[in-house]
């Protein structure tokens, strides 16, 4: 059974840094495009960041170019998210999701979600 957990989230101040990891078990993570989607109270969920199985091609909504980092270490079944220069904005609940064919950023179209991990920067 899939099972994807995400951990590093909490309070930081604007303008810190957070490491946002997500634990892949149950599927070859190796063979896994991975995403991370957030979503703000009364918002919809938005696409943050996604990289393919192999790690090779990533990509990034306008709003993380230049301050996210979106990795993940297949031996470890582990996806990451650096997140540098937060801001208030960017408080949310973090999800990870698992994509079998390839990374997109559409919600929809991933086959695996995490529960979450909350992520609060204040001004």
């Known amino acids: 059974q899939a099972q994807l957990v995400e951990s590093g989230g909490g309070l930081v101040q604007a303008g810190g840094s957070l490491r946002l990891s997500c634990a892949v078990s149950?599927?070859?993570?190796?063979?896994?495009?991975m995403g991370w989607f957030r979503q703000a109270p009364g918002k919809e969920r938005e696409f943050v960041a996604s990289?393919?199985?192999?790690?090779?091609?990533?990509n990034f909504a306008d709003s993380a170019k230049g301050r996210f980092t979106i990795s993940k270490d297949n031996a470890k079944n582990t996806m990451y998210l650096q997140m540098n220069s937060l801001k208030p904005e960017d408080t949310a609940v973090y999800f990870c999701?698992?994509?079998?064919?390839?990374?997109?950023?559409?919600?929809?179209?991933?086959?695996?979600w995490g529960q979450g991990t909350q992520v609060t920067v204040s001004s």
């Open positions: 149950g599927l070859t993570f190796s063979s896994c495009a």
């Open positions: 999701a698992a994509d079998m064919y390839r990374p997109s950023t559409v919600a929809d179209e991933y086959d695996y």
């Open positions: 990289i393919s199985a192999s790690g090779l091609t990533r």
